[in-house]
């Protein structure tokens, strides 16, 4: 069975610092594997999404994921945070159309 | 852009009530999906739909049915309401397309109070 497991549920960073989110996943296929991010109040937006081509994918607002098969990782990462950052982001894989999610990592930006 | 639209941001329901969530979405996606939203549980499935008239059963669909009448519109139906359904629900659609590659498109939510 397919599952997410995200380390850290509270990620605090300062402004411009680097921000770093660990998504972990098993899989017995090849997985497709995609970020989320909710703002309060808002339903989940697509920041990226990992479909077996380039190991590096980049999404919106400035997010950079990797994906590490042999770690079994896709960690989420942003050079500079800005306030606008702060939100809930959810990892989550594909399976069979359905996603399954990890449990999200809300963070805070500290001024 | 693919716009999925949930009928009330907000809702307060009595217990034993029949609650009715209403999901229309304008891309012409096969697939609807209903989720739960609740703290420290991510997102957890409660029915999908991958067709009109068609519907599976997710990891929670205890206490839940669905009604897919037409493409566009997918129904979640509270049969009598419980507390322990208060919660964030979310919809969301995908196409068939490209086998799972493609995101799925989410509505804003509708927070439901179970009184």
């Known amino acids: 069975a397919q599952s997410v497991t995200q380390l850290g549920s509270h990620v605090s960073v300062s402004e411009g610092a680097l921000v770093l989110l660990r998504c972990n996943y098993s899989s017995s296929v090849p997985p497709y594997l995609f970020w989320y991010v909710q703002y309060p109040?808002?339903?989940?937006?697509?920041?990226?999404?990992?479909?077996?081509?380039?190991?590096?994918?980049?999404?919106?607002?400035?997010?950079?994921?990797?994906?590490?098969?042999?770690?079994?990782?896709?960690?989420?990462?942003?050079?500079?945070?800005?306030?606008?950052?702060?939100?809930?982001?959810?990892?989550?894989?594909?399976?069979?159309?359905?996603?399954?999610?990890?449990?999200?990592?809300?963070?805070?930006?500290?001024? | 852009d693919v716009k999925v639209t949930q009928s009330s941001r907000y809702l307060v329901k009595r217990t034993g009530e029949k609650v009715f969530l209403e999901c229309?979405?304008?891309?012409?996606?096969?697939?609807?999906?209903?989720?739960?939203?609740?703290?420290?549980?991510?997102?957890?499935?409660?029915?999908?739909?991958?067709?009109?008239?068609?519907k599976e059963k997710g990891d929670i669909p205890e206490g839940y049915s669905v009604s897919r009448e037409k493409k566009e519109r997918f129904s979640l139906i509270l049969e009598s309401a419980s507390t322990n359904q208060t919660s964030m629900y979310l919809c969301a659609s995908s196409t068939l397309e490209d086998a799972g590659r493609q995101p799925q498109h989410f509505g804003d939510g509708t927070r439901l109070s179970i009184l």
């Open chain 2, 24 to 54: 229309v979405q304008d891309m012409d996606h096969e697939n609807m999906f209903w989720y739960r939203q609740d703290p420290g549980l991510g997102l957890r499935l409660i029915y999908f739909s991958y067709d009109v008239k068609m």
């Open chain 1, 41 to 111: 109040n808002q339903g989940l937006q697509l920041l990226l999404k990992y479909t077996s081509a380039a190991t590096l994918v980049k999404g919106i607002n400035g997010f950079e994921a990797e994906f590490k098969k042999s770690e079994t990782s896709f960690h989420l990462t942003k050079p500079s945070a800005h306030m606008s950052d702060a939100a809930e982001y959810f990892c989550a894989v594909s399976v069979d159309y359905k996603l399954s999610f990890g449990a999200g990592t809300t963070v805070t930006v500290r001024a």
